[in-house]
């Protein structure tokens, strides 16, 4: 289990709480998942990689 881990730049102590908070993660250009097996059709590496095929099909 992960957890979001907050520090504050004061000396002072805060206290608080975290309404809504979201991940940006930046990848690759090319998509580093398409030499993967797809073992089950409805695991989100095979969504994803027919929504990059799908795509790039439209380009």
Do not use: C
């Not at 979201?22 to 250009?29: A, F, N, V, W």
Request: proline content about 8%; cysteine-free.
């Amino acid at each position: 289990m992960s957890a979001l881990q907050i520090s504050f730049n004061s000396q002072e102590p805060n206290h608080g709480f975290i309404k809504e908070w979201t991940l940006m993660i930046h990848g690759t250009r090319d998509p580093p998942y398409s030499s993967l097996p797809v073992s089950d059709p409805h695991s989100k590496l095979a969504i994803v990689k027919k929504a990059h095929q799908d795509r790039l099909k439209m380009k």
